[in-house]
């Protein structure tokens, strides 16, 4: 019953559409990622597990997770302090029980070792709500644009 039960329960979170979109991330319509990007696995973070490190950063049952498709601004740069901050508390509140965080991990880390991932909240994409409402800028890796 146990192979059964793991059995339905993937081809359901097979079937939905978190994890059966295009392995290519879009935002807006536009791939802001490379087209070759595909996801090694999905996984829930139970919130008591969850750390927010910063408005595209957090931390999941130990493992350093950076959010794909936004960048935010940076919470040490002077300039920018006061905006990172709201993208950290914006990420907080969209993260919190009663919602169900659901991780899409790809298979290729950052340069910083972390896991590049599409984060969802009740089976929500995190990055288009924060780029929508101003909080983060569409990013595909390399140079960051500043927010000063």
């Known amino acids: 019953m146990i192979r059964f039960s793991a059995a ?15 392995p290519t991330v879009r935002i807006e319509g536009k791939p802001y990622s490379a087209a070759h990007l595909t996801f090694k696995r999905a996984y829930h973070c139970p919130i008591d597990r969850l750390r927010i490190i910063d408005g595209d950063t957090l931390v999941c049952k ?3 997770v950076r959010i794909l498709g936004l960048d935010t601004p940076e919470l040490h740069i002077p300039c920018e302090h006061d905006r990172a901050v709201a993208a950290k508390n914006r990420l907080s509140e969209l993260l919190v029980a009663p919602h169900r965080v659901l991780i ?14 599409v ?22 890796g390399g140079t960051r644009g500043g927010w000063c």
């Open 119 to 140: 984060v969802l909240t009740d089976n929500h994409d995190v990055a288009p709500i924060l780029i929508g409402e101003g909080l983060a800028h569409p990013y595909s």
């Open 104 to 117: 899409r991990e790809a298979r290729t880390l950052d340069r910083y070792g972390r896991a590049l991932a």
């Open 62 to 64: 130990g493992k350093h």
């Open 8 to 22: 339905v329960a993937m081809a359901l979170l097979a079937s939905s559409p978190a994890w059966a979109a295009s």
